[in-house]
């Protein structure tokens, strides 16, 4: 180790840097949207197409796809992956074609593991994983684009870009909506449950769904301002106390 002498004490780094990157030098391209391990490969997908690196080998493009690669999740035996060639099934046995369906986003099923739910544009359709290989079926359509979905056990809750929250039973039929009160140049990024509840994610910070009121409400609990008063994209909840 080195050790470093700062105007506010010491620095320990780090002689060896554990952390190993691939980048256009060494033929990865692309923004990544997708990675997974299977029997130590690893699959990562992008804008380009998937590669794949084994253990003791270098990353490499793989011939099996090509295309584009919107999103991926997590199945049973692997991951499914949704590309603008349609959706792959990544397993065991490697990486095979099971639909022409594209969908820029992939969610699953918190309650039935062989359930997913794919989202084109303005139409969500319900995906179902079997011996037989990959069902569709569309079970909503909108008059708006899709941001974001979350399936719970009751609900789909669906984030529109237009500012507008919808609820929608499993069948597709709708229950409520809401209207978040943002900017007009401003929207609706992520939602999800965290710590049991809906939770919005925005330009604007993260909103709080109230069941009482029906309505969503800028969060407060987090100590740090900026999570509530400036761009939240993202989050996940990572276990009780971790988010």
Known sequence: NLWAATDNGIAKLLVKNPVTTWGEPTGYAGATLFIGTIRNKTYVGSTEGLFTKASGEELKSSDLLTARVYDGTETRNGYIISTEDGLYII???????????????????????????????????????SNRGIQTEPIITMDVDVSDLYVGEQDI???????????????????????????????????????????????????????????????????DPDIYTKDLSNFIQCSDDEI
């Open 157 to 223: 809750w669906v984030a529109g870009w237009d500012n507008t929250v919808y609820r929608y039973s499993h069948s597709g039929v709708e229950k409520e909506r809401y209207s978040i009160p943002l900017s007009e140049s401003m929207s609706l990024r992520k939602i999800g449950l965290l710590d049991g509840r809906i939770r919005l994610g925005t330009l604007e910070g993260l909103y709080l769904f109230d069941s009482a009121d029906a309505r969503f409400y800028p969060d407060t609990l987090f100590n």
């Open 91 to 129: 397993d065991n046995e490697g990486v095979s074609k099971r639909s022409d369906n594209a969908y820029y986003l992939l969610t699953g099923n918190e309650i039935k593991e062989d359930l997913f739910y794919g989202v084109s544009r303005k139409e969500i359709d319900r995906i179902r994983l």
